[in-house]
């Protein structure tokens, strides 16, 4: 508003051109006599007693500047003056110090911090720029760009009064440093040489600097390697305890580091042993703190330590301690995946498709409402069931219009798969022994509109005398569990000897009667999926085994797209060749709970009688002919291809595979 005054010489402020709402610019005021001059360029501006310190700072600041820029040129001259720079020659820490002098107590922490080896991060750099420096937020306003300019100024100043080799080492000697700690260092100090590129610095002076700096590192690192390996060769890891030590009470802290010792002598027995001790008293310490560490009985984590080698044990253990991901099976008798997935994001569901292996599986990683009681479940649209537990319905492969046997059906959650891929045509006998757990195969198959099932609870073992001609028969088989510690963590402690043979002893029953159920003339099947959420051989190579001798059956790929191979041996037992069609899954290693996952084919009814030896082999090498003379408990007559079949069912190797680790 008003009219602007002309405060530079006359003509030499512009007058604004261009539409105004006068046509007419008006003149200039006329300044009257006696009012004050308005801060001019013709007398020099008067400076505030605080401007004038400020302005002092800024000339120390720049000959100080200069005067390291000179001896940086001067260093890097002559070749033998690089080494000078690095080892820090007389004449440049005199410089330093002269620099570090001019500092005020309150930047002792900055100077500090910025000596040491551990080059600051940048980040760390501004903050106590802004914190301890003594030029105010104001002064870098006025200062527009020489604020930025200072920033990198002393960035580029501070690389200088970086840590030297020297330094390095001294930080060594204090021990080896966390790994993730020296990572940060490497690329801190990586970043630092990158981005301290001073811009006034010859190329050849750049990379000169930067290749002092790889150099350090470099060094740095190699020492940090000697230490540990000074360290480790010492011995000073792990002092076996004494006889008498052995059985006290240790806290678990210290239970865990023994653990982690232990390991690492039986990495390198012959490098880290103590001369007079056997492996197998290592591994009884082992088994002892393992125990301890993670509440096992000693009979269930022998048993376990079995299986895995060191590294994947440890790695099973932890596994099992923490529970899976929550997942979801879409019925697809009653909606899509997609729109199951659509309908529960809207009620605030997290989730994805659970792999390209399902169709119809999602992973639930959190949900605001509870997923066992959302519209969409009580509809049926969904079963809430674990990743594994679809994997031995996949392998049955059920077909539309087929009669499919699921032996120990409760509470019905592979069962109901069954039925949604046989699109409720055929026939579905869902049995389970257990009344009650029965009840729940008929609450889920009302809810899911499962209409081609028959659900009984006879004993498993009876059902070839009640129903047959099965084309396929799932057996999802009572075991301990030992694949679903994470979600029963009973089983650690309750497991025993008893248990496990009673559990293999019905598994193998179970089976038998399974494969008699079984019709091998199928036009579309004749096959039979054996599982369990058991990782113990015991309840799965050996139960396999077990039909492989008893019955006129053969193992055929599962069809799954990964999984570990099973045994094929283990430790001193042999398994047939072909269990390696059999499937491992694991928690530490396909995120989901242990599972077993076998498929086998019918070729006939023939009963071998030969077969005595009820146990997997041990090291013998038997033979598994049948005694074709008087085998069959059954009318029919066997043909004569399946019987050459039969007679090539590879031996028991011995040795063979001994190498199939799992
Ligand atoms: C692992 S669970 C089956 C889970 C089921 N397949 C599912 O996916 O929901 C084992 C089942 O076997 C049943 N069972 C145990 N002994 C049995 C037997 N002799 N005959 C039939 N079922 C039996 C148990 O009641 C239990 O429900």
Not at 32 to 47: M, N, T, V
Not at 157 to 184: F, M, P, R
Not at 282 to 298: A, G, I, P, R
Not at 608 to 613: A, L, R, S, V
């Amino acid at each position: 508003m008003g009219r602007k005054a002309q405060f530079g010489e006359l003509g030499v402020v512009k007058q604004t051109k261009g539409p105004g709402r006068k046509a007419k610019k008006q003149k200039p005021p006329k300044m009257l006599p006696g009012l004050p001059k308005p801060e001019g360029d013709d007398e020099p501006k008067k400076l505030s007693h605080r401007q004038k310190q400020r302005a002092s700072r800024r000339t120390k600041k720049k000959e100080e500047k200069k005067l390291i820029k000179k001896e940086r040129k001067k260093g890097l001259k002559k070749e033998e003056d690089v080494q000078n720079v690095n080892g820090k020659s007389e004449e440049t820490k005199k410089i330093k110090r002269e620099i570090v002098k001019q500092f005020s107590d309150s930047n002792n922490k900055w100077l500090k911090s910025k000596s040491t080896p551990v080059i600051a991060e940048k980040d760390d750099d501004v903050e106590s720029y802004d914190s301890n420096s003594d030029i105010d937020d104001e002064e870098l306003e006025e200062n527009g760009e020489n604020g930025v300019e200072s920033y990198d100024e002393d960035i580029s100043d501070d690389d200088y009064l970086a840590g030297t080799l020297d330094d390095v080492d001294s930080s060594n000697e204090s021990g080896i440093e966390d790994a993730s700690l020296k990572k940060k260092k490497k690329a801190t100090k990586k970043r630092k040489v990158d981005e301290s590129d001073d811009d006034e610095l010859l190329p050849i002076e750049k990379a000169a600097k930067k290749l002092r700096a790889e150099k350090k590192i470099e060094e740095a690192e190699a020492n940090e390697e000697m230490n540990m390996q000074i360290n480790v060769a010492s011995q000073d890891v792990f002092v076996f305890p004494a006889e008498d030590q052995i059985d006290e009470h240790i806290p678990i802290p210290e239970v865990e580091q023994r653990i982690k010792d232990i390991l690492l002598v039986l990495s390198n027995f012959n490098k880290f042993r103590e001369p007079n001790r056997s492996r197998q008293e290592y591994t009884d310490l082992l088994l002892k703190d393992l125990c301890t560490y993670f509440s096992y009985n000693t009979f269930l984590m022998e048993k376990i330590m079995l299986l895995f080698p060191l590294e994947d044990l440890m790695a099973f253990l932890e596994a099992s301690e923490t529970p899976r991901p929550v997942t979801i099976r879409t019925n697809s008798l009653k909606t899509r995946r997609r729109e199951l997935a659509q309908s529960l994001i809207n009620r605030g569901v997290n989730l994805d498709p659970i792999g390209n292996w399902s169709k119809v599986g999602l992973v639930v990683y959190n949900s605001t409402v509870p997923i066992g009681a959302t519209p969409e479940y009580l509809a049926g649209h969904y079963m809430l069931q674990a990743a594994s537990s679809m994997l031995p319905v996949m392998a049955l492969a059920p077909q539309e219009n087929e009669h499919i046997l699921d032996m120990c059906a409760a509470p019905g959650g592979k069962a109901s798969h069954i039925a949604a891929i046989m699109k409720n045509t055929g026939v579905l006998i869902a049995n389970d022994v257990n009344k009650n757990r029965a009840k729940a195969v008929v609450g889920n198959f009302h809810r899911m509109g499962i209409a081609n099932s028959v659900i009984s609870t006879y004993d498993g073992r009876h059902i070839p005398q009640i129903f047959k001609n099965f084309d396929r028969v799932l057996l999802d088989a009572p075991c301990t569990g030992t694949g679903v510690i994470s979600k029963d963590s009973g089983v650690k402690m309750s497991k025993d000897e008893t248990d496990l043979q009673r559990c293999f002893t019905l598994q193998r029953e179970l089976l038998l009667a399974a494969i008699d159920s079984l019709n091998y003339k199928s036009s579309t099947g004749g096959y039979l999926v054996y599982s369990t959420c058991s990782v113990l051989a015991e309840e799965n190579e050996c139960v396999i085994d077990y039909a492989l001798k008893k019955r006129d059956v053969k193992l055929v790929d599962t069809g799954l797209s990964f999984g570990t191979e099973g045994f094929t041996n283990l430790r001193h037992h042999r398994f047939h060749p072909t269990m390696k069609l059999t499937r491992r899954f694991y928690p530490h290693t396909h995120n989901m709970d242990g599972f077993f996952v076998a498929k086998l084919k019918k070729f006939s009814n023939i009963i071998p009688k030969n077969d005595d030896q009820d146990d997997f082999e041990e090291e013998t090498e038997t033979n598994t002919e049948p005694d074709n003379s008087n085998n069959s408990t059954e009318e029919e007559e066997k043909p004569k291809e399946k019987v050459g079949k039969m007679n090539k069912k590879p031996k028991h190797g011995r040795g063979k595979n001994r190498n199939n680790k799992n």
